[in-house]
C-alpha cells in the first residue's frame, strides 16, 4: 500500500528556517541573562581590603571594603547600583587609643547621584566619657 501522504508547501520551507529560527531563540535567551549589576571598584581599593559583596535577588549588587592605613585611621568604601542610581561614598574613621571612634568623614554621591559630604568629631572623648559614667553612676 502507497503512502498518500504529500508534505505541504510550508513544510519544504521548513527544514531551511530551522537553523535560523533555533539561532533566533538562542540569541534572545541568552541576552535575557541577568547581567551583573556590581559596578567595578575603583583602582584605588587596596588589594589587602576586605571587600563585602551585597546581593539583590541572588545578584551582587555592591560593595563594601574596608582597610586600615598605617595611621590607624579606618577606611571603607560603600556603592550600590539599583537600575542606574545608588550610592557611593568613602568615609575615613579615626579611633582613640579605647576604640571609641573620634571622627567620620564622608564624601561621595547618594542614592540619587547628588553630592555628599558630612563629618562628625568628638573633641574631647574623656570628658564625654566622665560624664556619661557619671550620669550612670549617679
Avoid at 571609641?100 to 573633641?123: C, Q, R
Amino acid at each position: 500500500m502507497a503512502s498518500t501522504y504529500k508534505p505541504s508547501p510550508h513544510m519544504k520551507f521548513f527544514p531551511r528556517t530551522l537553523p535560523f529560527l533555533l539561532l533566533a531563540i538562542f540569541t534572545t535567551v541568552l541576552a535575557a541573562q541577568p547581567q551583573s549589576r556590581t559596578p567595578v571598584l575603583p583602582c584605588d581599593i587596596p588589594k589587602d581590603a576586605t571587600i563585602w559583596t551585597f546581593l539583590t535577588d541572588k545578584t551582587p549588587a555592591g560593595q563594601d571594603a574596608v582597610w586600615t592605613t598605617p595611621d590607624g585611621a579606618i577606611h571603607e568604601f560603600f556603592q550600590y547600583n539599583d537600575r542606574g542610581r545608588g550610592p557611593e561614598t568613602y568615609t575615613t574613621y579615626r579611633v582613640d587609643s579605647h576604640g571609641i571612634v573620634t571622627s567620620v568623614e564622608t564624601h561621595g554621591v547618594d542614592y540619587m547621584k547628588n553630592s555628599v559630604t558630612e563629618n562628625f568629631s568628638l573633641a574631647n572623648p574623656e570628658s564625654l566619657l566622665d560624664e556619661v559614667y557619671a550620669s550612670v553612676e549617679g
